[in-house]
């Protein structure tokens, strides 16, 4: 066995004994396929206002350019896909499914930084970084690149077993590893359940999303008031959306997640549309203290409750 298979297996079987569910691993180099698209998209405005998918194009195609002498990336997949769903009918006020617990960047970055010192422990002092939805990293490009799912119509990565459910996490490290091969097959096929359900029509082609129409973008990125045009089209969705992960077949495959960290605020599980529209600044910090609602902030949450139902 050499050497850099000899890493791969270390790095498989410490992503195991961290919980995640996936582990893929691919060579750290410059994503050359991927420049275009990410430059047309950008040039066609997609991003809204979220200029920060503008800033270092550089960093975002090429991990050498976020960890010195960068030689693999590990891309690694975490479930939060709830045992029980808060209630989600026509009428009910409804969060994102990877909203319901803690947050998800405080309880996977916890696990990353573990699993760099377990690797450091076993291997050698090992240089690298590790990233959940926090920098320039093109997860869903690394993660099939990794051969551990594909990006579906919707634009998020699919898995065959696991559906869609799940967190993206990285590590970019300076140790040589074998890596896996990329899954190059689109198991989408012909269905498009995904582009027809989508109420704002934000996915232009597939594979293509405009984030500016995105649900999850209106309750969550955009922070002024929402485009008057979208009245009637949110669905009651308070902070961001599943509807495109809702309907697709591949996630019928989802199990309930193992991390007791996701699982509602035992309060958040009762809440009825009358609690919502009560809710209170000091009831907002209590309730979604350690939650991803908090980017939104109280008085964000507050304009989207008013845009999907006055209150």
């Not at 869903?140 to 634009?155: L, M, P, V």
């Not at 973008?217 to 599943?242: H, R, S, V």
Request: net charge negative; proline share 5%; with cysteine.
């Amino acid at each position: 066995m050499t050497p850099a298979e000899k890493n791969a297996l270390t790095i498989k079987s410490t992503a195991t004994q961290l919980g995640f569910d996936y582990c893929g691993i691919a060579k750290a180099e410059f994503l050359e396929a991927e420049a275009p698209r990410l430059e047309q998209w950008l040039n066609q405005n997609y991003q809204g206002q979220m200029a920060y998918l503008a800033n270092h194009f550089d960093k975002r195609l090429d991990p050498t350019k976020l960890v010195d002498d960068a030689k693999t990336v590990v891309s690694l997949i975490y479930n939060y896909y709830p045992s029980e769903k808060l209630p989600e009918s026509s009428t009910d006020i409804k969060l994102a499914k990877y909203a319901y617990g803690e947050d998800y960047h405080l309880v996977i970055r916890e696990k990353l930084n573990n699993f760099l010192e377990i690797l450091r422990e076993e291997i050698g002092e090992i240089g690298g970084r590790a990233f959940v939805d926090s920098a320039p990293v093109m997860e869903r490009q690394w993660a099939q690149k990794a051969g551990i799912g594909w990006i579906g119509k919707n634009s998020l990565l699919l898995n065959r077993s696991m559906g869609s459910f799940f967190f993206l996490a990285e590590l970019i490290i300076d140790l040589e590893a074998t890596p896996d091969n990329p899954i190059t097959q689109d198991y989408c096929g012909t269905c498009t359940k995904c582009i027809d359900a989508c109420p704002t029509n934000a996915i232009v082609e597939p594979g293509v999303v405009n984030g500016s129409q995105c649900i999850s973008y209106l309750t969550i990125e955009l922070k002024e008031n929402i485009p008057n045009g979208f009245k009637g089209q949110m669905e009651n969705w308070a902070f961001g959306c599943d509807i495109c992960q809702d309907v697709c077949p591949w996630n019928r495959f989802s199990k309930p997640h193992q991390e007791p960290k996701f699982n509602p605020n035992p309060e958040l599980a009762t809440y009825s549309n009358r609690d919502w529209a009560e809710v209170t600044e000091t009831t907002f910090a209590k309730v979604f203290k350690k939650s991803a609602l908090k980017r939104t902030k109280y008085e964000g949450l507050k304009r989207n409750l008013e845009f999907i139902r006055p209150i």
